[in-house]
């Protein structure tokens, strides 16, 4: 392993990888393979071990050893998987960073595509492509429809003479409507698999050991400038037995996102809290800023909601002390993370 002053010495690359990872030595090669073969070669990938206890050391060392682009760092006690998100942005070094899961695979033009387009276009602060679906084997999932789409009709996509085109929200250059989109729609944890600009990425809370805490930042993120779908399929979401959108119940989520003891309070008043700290904080005019108030009133006022939050609210009964789950699923597969905040398809 690289000393600090031999990392110092090393060329800064222009984009940074960052792979946190409990026990996801299942796919953890598939994934590798496919960052090391794109077709953009400037990168760093930089593996945090949450102290698995499979073989996800073996495989990390020995991908290390073949490819000096690779940092592998293995802490010596599981800090829980927001902190081991974060961790990873905070070891990397790139001018762009993308987060990387365990078990999803990335085409080959994916990181080059992506950063053509952040190169281009200044204002634009996260890149992402089309979604397809795979199961275990890799296998596309048929008829489960792109998580990147939102939860919005085929006909926002249609453009002219069947021509493709972005999101109507997030791409556009209204701060309340980004806004509005990542509050109002779904797929934003899957973005979350795209190439940021990092220094507006720092910008943001990052993920806070909240399960659902991702579109916080991402509705922080919105404030901040742009965002950008590729029009293909470039980027394949594994869907398979141990991954988190399987758990059932918020405590349970709740576990895989902190190894502390989960809080007492809500976590849909945490992230409350956190949509109102975007908006306080958020580079925007003030008659913005009342806008994407106006935005947060209307989510709230999405009465079919109330039912689950006013359930999520109240003293959970007592029942038997859960099995230990793994916490492999959401840093293995960190890509079907969805907010608390909203089930259904309208977040």
């Not at 293995?74 to 990397?92: D, H, I, T, Y």
């Not at 006909?155 to 209204?174: T, V």
């Not at 394949?236 to 809080?263: D, G, I, N």
């Not at 007592?318 to 916490?327: E, G, K």
Request: glycine content about 6%; some cysteine.
């Amino acid at each position: 392993m690289k000393t600090h002053f031999e990392r110092e010495r090393t060329p800064v690359p222009r984009v940074s990888i960052g792979l946190p990872v409990y026990n996801g030595a299942s796919y953890l090669e598939a994934s590798l393979q496919s960052l090391l073969a794109q077709s953009f070669t400037d990168f760093e990938i930089v593996i945090s071990d949450n102290a698995s206890t499979d073989e996800t050391a073996a495989v990390c060392n020995a991908y290390a050893a073949a490819d000096p682009r690779i940092r592998y760092i293995r802490q010596p006690q599981n800090g829980g998987a927001a902190w081991n998100f974060n961790r990873v942005f905070e070891l990397s070094r790139g001018e762009y960073f993308k987060w990387a899961a365990a078990d999803d695979v990335c085409d080959g033009t994916l990181v080059e595509r992506c950063v053509n387009v952040l190169d281009a276009e200044p204002d634009i602060v996260l890149c992402h492509a089309r979604t397809q679906k795979i199961d275990a084997a890799g296998a596309p999932i048929a008829g489960v429809a792109d998580p990147t789409d939102g939860g919005f009709p085929a006909g926002w996509f249609a453009g002219a003479a069947g021509k493709r085109r972005h999101r109507p929200d997030g791409s556009c250059r209204s701060a309340p409507r980004r806004f509005a989109d990542v509050l109002l729609s779904s797929g934003w944890g899957v973005r979350c698999s795209g190439l940021f600009r990092s220094h507006e990425l720092a910008k943001t809370p990052l993920i806070q050991p909240y399960y659902g805490y991702e579109k916080v930042m991402m509705a922080d993120l919105a404030l901040r400038g742009r965002f950008h779908d590729l029009p293909e399929v470039l980027f394949y979401q594994r869907v398979h037995a141990a991954a988190s959108s399987q758990l059932q119940t918020a405590h349970e989520r709740q576990r895989f996102q902190s190894a502390a003891k989960p809080s007492k309070s809500s976590p849909r008043l945490r992230l409350l809290g956190g949509y109102l700290r975007a908006i306080a904080g958020g580079p925007v005019s003030i008659s913005e800023k009342a806008l994407c108030y106006a935005w947060l009133a209307r989510y709230l006022l999405q009465l079919r909601k109330w039912p689950a939050v006013v359930k999520s609210m109240l003293p959970q009964r007592s029942r038997p002390a859960a099995v230990p789950l793994p916490l492999q699923a959401l840093e293995a597969s960190s890509t079907q993370v969805h907010s608390l905040a909203a089930p259904g398809a309208h977040e």
